[in-house]
């Protein structure tokens, strides 16, 4: 009939970066558009013994990654056949606790079958996925011998050091990605497709994001969990071996470590995935995640050193690291108790960020995280004379714990317009009294309500001034000699109606 068409299927959202990467690394003599192409990508090896009693060890996806690139996509290996696509990215990543390759390819959407080559991957039947390659060398598990030559045979068990030993053997001196294939079943265990398009940032300038807790009550009373201090960093997993470390991040992209030197796990390390987190500093300071990732890219920024904070692990496995260099590895403190005991343990351990809670998933190399602010024990009501009080005096501040009940401290280089912006500044236990400072003098909590308490070792003054939030007095060893740093922190907002402050 005149006037009906069959509707063209609508283009699918793929991204400028993308549509650059196949554009630049492929170079199509027509260049590609996002109305032009189907993409999606292959879970394509892992580090698993496949069907055939070969592995891919973690050391040799460098180079497997770059070899991918540009090679075609084929139905069932069959090399007698025109490619159906092509491979233009592909990546390490994490993947229920295994490290994989993901690989990203590309279709022409008015090639033939190109629409039911979309239906038969988005509706499961193309599910599975292999790799064609060359390599030299099939290195035995057992002894390290070429397998072809040594008395060792692919899957066999033998008997080694007085256990059993599955042998296989490991590709090494890979040469070439002849292709990857759409197959019915794969030899690699698990392989499958995806419509994940996500391609790895060289710099990861994403904000973290925690599942914010009201209250413990919240949690499972029968669990045991483990809380942590909150640090703004990056979180990473990484698994010892023989051959070195592997680490990734959350996301699954690989992280170099190097930089530790080299790890070593005492105890019962194992095949143990650990969970850690990197946090970077400057001088005794913590920086932002933002700032270490800058250092991690080009070494710029501020961060001089870094600190990989150690989860523990179930093993209880310890984690050391051997060689000269300014980046230290250390277990994280930690307490594990019940639901209970949380306030208690958290008003010990919380930064100015607060704590996180760590709980314990079906899957053992997966830990559900809670960002919890405990609420301060307040004291009484101080009286008048008992009140804190922030006095300011030129470049001088005194600020005293209660006029005549607590501590005073003295900052001798104070600047209140970086003190509002948030910058921290060095104080001195102090025996002076406010009348001993000249001049006019302004106390910042003169007729705002205060409540002070402690956290830890730190002093903390809540005021009900919005702009002046709350201010901290927390010690600190500064060139060897024990110091305070006094600062402010804003209020902010948290799920539940409650406030807390971003410590």
Same mark, same amino acid.
């Given at each position: 009939?005149?006037?009906?068409?069959?509707?063209?299927?609508?283009?699918?959202?793929?991204?400028?970066?993308?549509?650059?990467?196949?554009?630049?690394?492929?170079?199509?003599?027509?260049?590609?558009?996002?109305?032009g192409v189907y993409v999606r990508s292959m879970f394509i090896v892992s580090d698993q013994v496949n069907s055939y009693?070969?592995?891919?060890?973690?050391?040799?996806?460098?180079?497997?990654?770059?070899?991918?690139?540009?090679?075609?996509?084929?139905?069932?290996?069959?090399?007698?056949?025109?490619p159906i696509g092509r491979t233009f990215h592909a990546d390490t990543v994490e993947r229920n606790g295994r490290l994989w390759i993901k690989s990203s390819f590309y279709w022409l959407r008015?090639?033939?079958?190109?629409?039911?080559?979309?239906?038969?991957?988005?509706?499961?039947?193309?599910?599975?996925?292999?790799?064609?390659?060359?390599?030299?060398?099939? &290195?035995?598990?057992?002894?390290?011998?070429?397998?072809?030559?040594?008395?060792?045979?692919?899957?066999?068990?033998?008997?080694?050091?007085?256990?059993?030993?599955?042998?296989?053997?490991?590709?090494?001196?890979?040469?070439?990605?002849?292709?990857?294939?759409?197959?019915?079943?794969?030899?690699?265990?698990?392989?499958?497709?995806?419509?994940?398009?996500?391609?790895?940032?060289?710099?990861?300038?994403?904000?973290?994001?925690?599942?914010?807790?009201?209250?413990?009550?919240?949690?499972?009373?029968?669990?045991?969990?483990?809380?942590?201090?909150?640090?703004?960093?990056?979180?990473?997993?990484?698994?010892?071996?023989?051959?070195?470390?592997?680490?990734?991040?959350?996301?699954?992209?690989?992280?170099?470590?190097?930089?530790?030197?080299?790890?070593?796990?005492?105890?019962?390390?194992?095949?143990?995935?650990?969970?850690?987190?990197?946090?970077?500093?400057?001088?005794? &300071?913590?920086?932002?995640?933002?700032?270490?990732?800058?250092?991690?890219?080009?070494?710029?920024?501020?961060?001089?050193?870094?600190?990989?904070?150690?989860?523990?692990?179930?093993?209880?496995?310890?984690?050391?690291?051997?060689?000269?260099?300014?980046?230290?590895?250390?277990?994280?403190?930690?307490?594990?108790?019940?639901?209970?005991?949380?306030?208690?343990?958290?008003?010990?351990?919380?930064?100015?960020?607060?704590?996180?809670?760590?709980?314990?998933?079906?899957?053992?190399?997966?830990?559900?995280?809670?960002?919890?602010?405990?609420?301060?024990?307040?004291?009484?009501?101080?009286?008048?004379?008992?009140?804190?009080?922030?006095?300011?005096?030129?470049?001088?501040?005194?600020?005293?714990?209660?006029?005549?009940?607590?501590?005073?401290?003295?900052?001798?280089?104070?600047?209140?317009?970086?003190?509002?912006?948030?910058?921290?500044?060095?104080?001195?236990?102090?025996?002076?009294?406010?009348?001993?400072?000249?001049?006019?003098?302004?106390?910042?909590?003169?007729?705002?309500?205060?409540?002070?308490?402690?956290?830890?070792?730190?002093?903390?003054?809540?005021?009900?001034?919005?702009?002046?939030?709350?201010?901290?007095?927390?010690?600190?060893?500064?060139?060897?000699?024990?110091?305070?740093?006094?600062?402010?922190?804003?209020?902010?907002?948290?799920?539940?109606?409650?406030?807390?402050?971003?410590?």
């Amino acid at each position: 009939m005149a006037g009906l068409s069959v509707p063209e299927t609508p283009a699918e959202p793929v991204g400028n970066d993308i549509l650059a990467m196949i554009n630049e690394r492929i170079k199509p003599l027509s260049p590609v558009t996002e109305s032009g192409v189907y993409v999606r990508s292959m879970f394509i090896v892992s580090d698993q013994v496949n069907s055939y009693g070969g592995r891919f060890p973690a050391e040799e996806f460098p180079r497997l990654v770059e070899l991918l690139i540009d090679s075609p996509v084929l139905i069932g290996h069959r090399k007698d056949t025109l490619p159906i696509g092509r491979t233009f990215h592909a990546d390490t990543v994490e993947r229920n606790g295994r490290l994989w390759i993901k690989s990203s390819f590309y279709w022409l959407r008015n090639g033939d079958e190109a629409e039911r080559l979309r239906e038969q991957i988005d509706g499961g039947i193309y599910k599975e996925c292999s790799i064609g390659f060359t390599f030299l060398l099939p &290195e035995c598990s057992l002894c390290g011998e070429d397998i072809r030559r040594c008395r060792h045979l692919p899957l066999e068990t033998y008997i080694v050091n007085g256990g059993d030993q599955r042998c296989h053997f490991n590709y090494r001196q890979v040469q070439k990605v002849l292709e990857t294939s759409l197959v019915y079943r794969g030899a690699t265990p698990d392989t499958s497709m995806t419509k994940d398009l996500a391609i790895a940032k060289e710099i990861d300038d994403r904000i973290e994001v925690f599942e914010t807790l009201s209250r413990p009550d919240d949690l499972i009373e029968r669990e045991t969990y483990t809380l942590v201090p909150s640090y703004d960093g990056i979180d990473i997993s990484f698994r010892i071996t023989d051959k070195g470390t592997l680490a990734w991040r959350h996301d699954g992209r690989r992280i170099d470590l190097k930089i530790f030197g080299r790890l070593k796990a005492a105890g019962d390390g194992g095949e143990t995935v650990f969970h850690g987190r990197l946090v970077g500093l400057r001088g005794k &300071e913590r920086c932002t995640r933002a700032a270490l990732e800058r250092f991690l890219h080009s070494e710029s920024g501020p961060v001089s050193r870094v600190v990989l904070f150690v989860y523990p692990a179930s093993a209880g496995a310890q984690v050391t690291a051997h060689g000269d260099t300014r980046h230290r590895v250390q277990p994280i403190r930690f307490r594990q108790i019940p639901r209970s005991e949380i306030d208690s343990a958290a008003r010990l351990l919380a930064t100015r960020r607060g704590v996180e809670i760590l709980c314990p998933t079906e899957q053992p190399d997966n830990i559900r995280t809670y960002l919890y602010c405990p609420k301060p024990t307040e004291q009484s009501c101080p009286t008048n004379n008992e009140r804190p009080a922030f006095v300011i005096s030129g470049e001088r501040a005194l600020l005293s714990e209660g006029a005549e009940a607590g501590r005073t401290f003295l900052i001798a280089r104070f600047n209140l317009e970086s003190f509002m912006r948030g910058r921290r500044f060095v104080a001195d236990l102090s025996q002076r009294a406010n009348s001993s400072f000249p001049g006019q003098l302004a106390d910042l909590f003169e007729d705002i309500p205060t409540r002070i308490h402690a956290e830890g070792s730190a002093v903390v003054i809540d005021t009900d001034d919005n702009g002046l939030g709350t201010v901290v007095i927390r010690p600190s060893i500064l060139n060897g000699r024990k110091r305070y740093l006094s600062y402010r922190v804003p209020r902010v907002a948290i799920p539940g109606g409650s406030r807390c402050h971003a410590r």
